[in-house]
């Protein structure tokens, strides 16, 4: 492909990425606004109906970058491809990437182990049994915690639909719309999360009237949101770009869903510290690495995503 051809303008590229926010948030009320559905009788159906409209707009995403994108031809490999939507080097883009995340929380992880010990210590010292027994009881506990988790639709809203339906519309289909209207991809990997963190300004009313805050309140609390979806939002692009699979972003995004913000201090537990110092240290210093392009493809010059882009030369 040369340089000149099945480009889009940067103008349009941006208008497009404005389009899909706006109806990725808009189409979230579309049942009471548009389609006048009763108000949902729990929350539990008021959360399945965003869940399905927000799976509606994501195909819809697709199928309108299918028509923007100068896709020319090829195999559906080729066109799922475009999207990072790929089954070769597919534990590689599970397990690279989440041990990178896992960096950035060691502090936290350290946290929850130390909290998870005292647990053991505290029912072994009130029960009378051995450690052994209470890491037993535990792990067997598990498949009727797993089911209680499960069942319940703040899970599916943060490790499914939350990480799907964003990364297909965020990442996915943006960052090659942005790539190519002809923007570096150090600058999409900026650029993108303006998007993301947009799609976000709807929770200041939702939180405004919900929780009684004061606007100044309910500011400041999306204002820390805003922020954080900038970060990981550059970090989610960056992953993308680098992998050219949709899964390395998606599976970030639900572990950092999980385990919310880091931990970086916590009173008379140095450890904490300690750890989240290194963690960040060893993530900075592994970034570049576990993200190499090669890890995830035959080489770079055979790239399997879009006209290689995670070769980083675009």
Known sequence: MEESEGRLSKLVAVIACIAMTLFYVSILYAPTLILRLPPPQSYENFMIRRFICAAVWSVASVIFCAFVLPITGGEASYSFGVYGIRSDHFWQAIVFPLFLTSLMYAGSLIFKSMLLVNKWKEHRHQEGEPLLGCIKSTLLSLPVQMSSVTSNVLFWR???VAPVTEELVFRACMIPLLLCGGFKAYNVIFLCPTFFSLAHLNHMMEIYSRHNYSLLKASLVVGL???????????????????????????????????????????????????????????????????WPDLYNESTNNCRCWQGYCSWNK
Do not use: D, E
């Not at 970090?235 to 993308?240: I, P």
């Not at 919310?260 to 750890?275: C, D, E």
């Open 225 to 291: 949101q805003l922020g954080y979806t900038v970060i990981f939002g550059s970090y989610a692009s960056f992953l993308f770009i680098r992998t050219g699979n949709i899964v390395a972003p998606l599976v970030a995004h639900a572990f950092c869903n999980y385990m919310g913000l880091p931990v970086l201090f916590v009173h008379r537990k140095g450890l904490v510290s300690i750890a989240f110092l290194a963690g960040m240290v060893s993530f900075v210093w592994l970034l570049f690495p576990i993200t």
């Open 158 to 160: 943060n490790f499914i």
